[in-house]
Antibody, heavy 121, light 107 residues
């Protein structure tokens, strides 16, 4: 069974840093591209970042470019999101999500349960 | 970047009604369009991909259509368990933008 479990969410002050993790199991993690998506309280879904299966290709939304860094460890079956210079508007539930297929350009078939990041002084 | 615009932002319909949600891309995206359902307090669930292909296990009352810039999600006969927010998403290249969502509830 495919499982994605996020961790690392916390209450953090503006300007601070946080590292989110997503532990994957039940599939060959190293074969799949992965993504981070967030959802602010009462708001819609916002795609944040993509990383290819090898980690060689990474994309970011403009809202987080230069502040957030996506990475992965294919030995430990884990996905990460390093978040720096956090702002109040980064408050959200953060989800990791798997690309459906090992080929390029596919939607997200599995999502984690999310981890809450609250940015507040 | 390509923007995805959904309409309406919310709707209320009776059980058994036909419900239609539209999604418009600011530039052509061929058929790289997915629809997700997010029930209150739950994780998003993929319903439809490639604009019109129903994911296995999704009830046949859901259907999708469109190509290029204009897309539609249709629920042929609304059921109480369909109360949710529905999102479209373009998934070719980056950014993989979502629409702003359409909240569906029962009248």
């Amino acid at each position: 069974e495919v499982q994605l479990v996020e961790s690392g969410g916390n209450l953090i002050q503006p300007g601070g840093s946080l590292r989110l993790s997503c532990a994957a199991s039940g599939f060959t993690f190293s074969s799949y591209s992965m993504n981070w998506v967030r959802q602010a309280p009462g708001k819609g879904l916002e795609w944040l970042s993509y990383i290819s299966s090898t980690g060689n290709t990474r994309y970011y939304a403009d809202s987080v470019k230069g502040r957030f860094t996506i990475s992965r460890d294919n030995v430990k079956n884990s996905l990460f999101l390093q978040m720096n210079s956090l702002r109040d508007e980064d408050t959200a539930v953060y989800y990791c999500a798997r690309d459906w297929s090992v080929v390029a350009d596919t939607p997200f078939d599995y999502w984690g349960q999310g981890t809450l990041v609250t940015v507040s002084s | 970047d390509i923007q995805m615009t959904q309409s309406p932002s919310s709707l209320s319909a009776s059980v058994g009604d036909r419900v239609t949600i539209t999604c418009r891309a600011s530039q052509g995206i061929s058929n790289y369009l997915a629809w997700y359902q997010q029930k209150p307090g739950k994780v998003p669930k993929l319903l439809i991909y490639a604009a019109s292909t129903l994911r296995s296990g999704v009830p046949s009352r859901f259907s999708g259509s469109g190509s290029g810039t204009d897309f539609t999600l249709t629920i042929s006969s609304l059921q109480p368990e369909d109360v949710a927010t529905y999102y479209c998403q373009k998934y070719n290249g980056a950014p993989r933008t979502f629409g702003q969502g359409t909240k569906v509830d029962i009248k």
